[in-house]
Each structure stands twice: as C-alpha cells, then as structure tokens.
C-alpha cells in the first residue's frame, strides 16, 4: 500500500503553488506500478494514523529524511518491522522540475 499525501495535505506543507498533479493523477501512477496494491489519499499533514492502523512491516521514505524524522517509525521498529530509504534520483524532483520550467523558456506555442 501506498500512502499518499492528498491536494490540500501538499499545498499545506509545500505552499499554495502546489502539487503540480492532482491526487487522483499521482494516485492512478502510483496504482499502474505493479507493486502496488493500493493507494489511500491522506488529507492530515502526516500518515501517522494510517500507520498506526495498519502497522506495516515495512515502512519506506526517501533517503532526504533522516530516520528520526520518519513519522511512524517508532511504531514499525517497536513491532518489529523494518524502516527502508531509498536514494532519491538527481534532478526529477518536482521542485527540480518547477525551478527548471522557471528559467527555460518553452516552446513557442502553435496556432
């Protein structure tokens, strides 16, 4: 499963400019991966609930956090589950994205 910070959740923490996508974009990406199995939308700021309800084995975040500063990582570790970063890739960040459309102009438009 896969928890997704729902519109208002992202422009609460990321600023009025923001998502770029919709939730319902990013979660149909997300449900097309075949890993997935599902996708809940989250309206409040973290997923701590959902990952108090469902305790997973295995909780996954970018390697931009630090383990401490993982929410819901006391409830994975003291069930006995595992806390997994992955290594983010250079420059496809959403923000990389949105500063790079900033500055190169695009295309002229056609008629």
Request: no cysteine.
């Amino acid at each position: 499963m896969v928890a997704l910070n729902g519109d208002a959740s992202v422009r609460r923490l990321k600023g009025e400019a923001r998502p770029i996508n919709t939730e319902i974009d990013r979660a149909e990406i997300l449900a097309a991966l075949g890993m997935v199995d599902a996708v809940h939308v989250f309206g409040e700021d973290t997923p701590r609930e959902l990952i108090s309800l469902l305790v997973p084995d295995v909780l996954v975040k970018g390697a931009d956090y630090r383990l401490e500063d993982i929410v819901g990582t006391d409830i994975v570790l003291a069930a006995g589950g595992s806390v997994e970063r992955f290594d983010l890739i250079p420059d496809k960040s959403s923000t990389h994205i949105i500063r790079k459309a900033a500055v190169e102009p695009g295309p002229p438009h056609e008629p």
